[in-house]
């Protein structure tokens, strides 16, 4: 049974004075926070690029998936508990606090994911650094045997932390700690004393996400550099825009679709778990055979090609798509963000041209609209266009970030996300998707993001 951390005590409006006083514990708890995030992600970016060299040096390896798929799943069945549940969990104890989150999860999502990697499985990174910050910061809390609330608090900026550290936008990453799990703290937080809890919120998470990017640096991890982007905005450009945002929203929500079909359809007609990922693993063989390697792992060349201008074909976007959910809804360890990078940068180039933008414009825009729809997160992926792409791009992007937002449904990819649903909210999971209309049986929290 998981131990409980004490409850938090009676609320009460706290003076202002009150929370002031309190801001320097909460900078020290949001940089304590991004120390582990830091160390955290430049290990396992190390140790991830040290498996994708020896994937692509030792091609045999690939073959090897559905093996390496069957570890995965039988370490989870076996040994995953409730750290099983991944980012999901993270979210539903910021959401509802109750027991802390188990200490095995960084390691085992940790390993899990090079490994993944090393056999060449399609899927991404974010996920893994967000699970290790929110595991070795909530280590953190019931090692101080912080209650409720302030657990809350500090998985927030364990969140902004991971995603700051991981990919190196420190901005984005404070953005994203507040925005991803934003309706909870809007509708238990009004007031005086809610804006108390607001303050120290952004000033932990703020600390915690600018720290853990500079642990990384100073560790001499250095992220790749994006070209700046300069473009004259006018109406016609925002426009335009707007019309490649509707494509980056229903690409965000193919993708969420496929991921939940496939994992449905696995769990549905594989009993065992651990047999899922063998299978899975398979299945991309198959896509190796009949379409090449490009697709495995991040994929990071597909974008740095459609990043720098490159021609590229809309079914580039739709095989890394088609690779990445079979992966990820059999079950093997990772993120979806990378590739969702991937997926809206290779899409953003293929529709310029018909758009009349430029295919730098459209990649760029793509680069962060399709992880906005699919995660609900406009605002932050406006902020990471900023900081990758210089702020020429700003407005471009917030324009397909925001129409992508509003096109690719209620739902995300991060099943316990709050949602507004009518006088209540309600996680995007309970949200109706395509499976219910096929009769493939309710959605299902995924494994490991």
Known sequence: MPEHPPPS??????????????????????????????????????????????????PWLVWLLP??????????????GRAGAGNALLLDEIHR????VPRRMAPMVAVGTVVSHLFGASVGREGTALQMSGSLTDGLARALRLDHEDRRVLLTAALGSGFGAVFGVPLAGLVFGLEVQRLSWTRHHAGPAGRGVWAHLVAATAVGSFVGDRVVHLLGHEHTARPEVHVAIDAALLTRCALAGVAFGVMALAFIE?????RTAFRRTVGWAPLRPA????????????????????????????????????????LKLAFTAVCLGAGFVGGEVTPLFVIGATTGAAVAPTLGL???????????????GATNTPLACTVMAFELF??????????????AYLCSGRRGIYPSQRRPHGDSSVAVHQLPGLHHRLRLGPARRPRPT
């Not at 210089?390 to 129409?403: L, Y």
């Open 279 to 318: 299978i899975g693993g398979v299945l991309v063989l198959v896509g190796v055979a009949l379409f090449g390697r490009d697709y495995l792992g991040l994929s990071l060349p597909l974008l740095d090609e459609a990043v720098l201008g490159a021609h590229v074909s809309i079914s580039v976007p739709l």
């Open 9 to 58: 005590p009676p609320s009460a409006a706290r003076p202002w004075v009150r929370v002031v006083a309190d801001l320097p514990r909460w900078i020290v708890l949001g940089a304590a926070s991004g120390v582990l995030a830091g160390f955290a992600c430049w290990a396992f970016l190390t140790a991830l690029d040290r498996a994708t060299e020896a994937r692509l040096e030792h």
């Open 67 to 80: 093996v390496a798929g069957l570890a995965i799943g039988g370490a989870y069945h076996l040994f995953g």
């Open 358 to 372: 430029s295919p730098l414009v459209g990649a760029a825009v793509g680069f962060v609209a399709v992880f906005g």
């Open 97 to 100: 606090p109750t027991a802390w």
């Open 258 to 262: 496929a991921t939940d079909l496939v």
């Open 390 to 403: 210089g702020w020429g791009v700003v407005p471009p992007a917030a324009v397909a970030c925001a129409v």
